[in-house]
């Protein structure tokens, strides 16, 4: 070791390393922004159990109740039984199951695109569309590729822009304000816009702090307009939004109108994990052979992979899970402003109730829990400073009496807290 290296050891090297992350999460706990994880006892659901105590669960993306469905319980034991815990490899190397293929067909049968392929998550897919896109020249010379990317999109995308941008110092970034049409219409008409080999819109279907959707008819126009390709994540609006849960493309009148889509079977499709991305037979099938996640990574446990299916049954079946959650977000919408809260308006399961400064949001937070409802409170820097808020979601798992509870409770702590008059 050089002398240079090892003063630089000495400074610091490992044994101060672990102090540092002590300071450091100290540092969090002071400053209120350590994340402080709830024990749930029991299974997932409308109503929880916390401390012995029945809960109104607020908090998670259990939109269509499937998380503890009789239906989906069932078929992820039959896919136990049948099918086996795993697959102990990866796909390339030791095949994949029938199952894993029907659920890719029955993905993008659903979502109005030619085909699918599983990742072990939507983080991972997301990653893996960048990297895997935009790794290749194509025998191409001298190019460059564009991402243009909304500012609030979710880390998953971020993080994959920023791996692929890193890994082949060939693809560039515009990042517009975000859902600002008038801006990403700006970026697409610059000069310099045309000298770009390949461009990707890059948005969320639904954006989870806001609750809020892109207006994906815009989206469509302008991709096609400028010859770019259009790619939405759907985490959270496929199985919530458009008449037949099939997302924000149905909600804005353009299904199978989108290039690629991204999605996770870890929120309304029954919860537990797995993400995938589709589009066109081309698209798909290069990512099996460039996705790294994809091809370094094992699939999907069978089990995971029939409550899917199952899942995908149930919302091609009818649309009474989706129906109830409109009705259910409807309702808790309605009346939270009946009581005097101020939410951001929209139609979506995720109602941010706004309570302005972090510490009241971590107070509500906390004293709804003493109230049997459990609700997170997000601040800065996770959303705009002043803008604190709590982050209601609702699910096709609550019942009325479950949603007057909830609203009960955020009335008398509203009050107790002054953010109700
Ligand atoms: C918009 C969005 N994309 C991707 C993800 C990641 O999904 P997964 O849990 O399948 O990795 C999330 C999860 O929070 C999300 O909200």
């Not at 990042?175 to 700006?186: E, F, S």
């Not at 706004?354 to 820097?381: C, F, T």
Request: proline content about 3%; some cysteine.
């Amino acid at each position: 070791m050089s002398k240079e290296n090892a003063a630089i050891k000495n400074k610091f090297g490992v044994e101060k390393l672990y102090s540092a992350l002590g300071q450091e999460l100290d540092k969090a706990r002071e400053n209120k922004t350590y994340k402080y994880e709830v024990p749930i006892e029991g299974k997932q659901s409308g109503v929880v159990k916390v401390d012995g105590k029945e809960t109104v669960m607020l908090a998670s993306n259990n939109y269509l109740g499937l998380a503890n469905h009789p239906r989906i319980l069932e078929a992820a034991r039959k896919g136990l039984d049948e099918h086996g815990f795993g697959m102990a490899s990866v796909r390339f190397i030791c095949g994949a199951q029938k199952i894993h293929f029907e659920l890719e067909e029955r993905i993008a049968a659903f979502l109005g695109c030619e085909a699918a392929i599983l990742h072990s998550s939507c983080f991972a897919a997301n990653e893996a569309f960048f990297t895997g896109l935009m790794s290749n020249d194509y025998g191409q010379r001298d190019y460059r590729d564009i991402i243009y990317s909304d500012q609030l999109n979710h880390a998953s995308i971020i993080d994959g822009i920023r791996l692929c941008r890193i890994a082949t110092k060939t693809t560039d970034l515009k990042a517009y304000k975000h859902n600002d049409l008038a801006q990403l219409k700006h970026f697409l008409a610059e000069p310099d816009a045309e000298q770009y080999r390949i461009g990707v819109i890059v948005t969320d279907g639904v954006f989870s702090m806001e609750g809020e959707f892109a207006p994906l008819n815009e989206f469509v126009d302008l991709a096609k307009k400028n010859d770019v390709l259009l790619f939405v994540d759907e985490s959270h609006s496929t199985g919530v939004l458009g008449k037949t849960g099939r997302g924000t493309p149905e909600e804005c009148g353009v299904h199978g109108k989108i290039d690629v889509i991204s999605g996770t079977l870890g929120k309304a499709l029954g919860g537990a994990a797995g993400g995938f991305l589709t589009g066109k037979k081309e698209l798909i099938e290069y990512l099996r052979q460039k996705s790294r996640p994809y091809t370094f990574s094992n699939t999907l446990p069978p089990p995971v992979v029939t409550a899917a299916i199952e899942a995908f049954k149930m919302l091609e079946e009818d649309s009474s899970l989706v129906v109830k959650l409109r009705e259910n977000t409807d309702y808790f919408r309605k009346e939270i402003v009946r009581a005097g809260f101020t939410i951001l308006e929209g139609i979506h399961a995720i109602v941010p109730v706004m309570v302005g400064e972090a510490a009241i949001a971590q107070d509500m937070s906390a004293e709804l829990l003493k109230e049997g409802v459990y609700a997170r409170g997000l601040w800065y820097p996770v959303v705009p400073q002043g803008e604190a808020r709590i982050r209601v979601q609702i699910s096709a798992a609550h019942e009325r009496k479950d949603l007057d509870r909830a609203l009960a409770a955020f009335e008398k702590v509203g009050k107790k807290l002054g953010v109700l008059k």
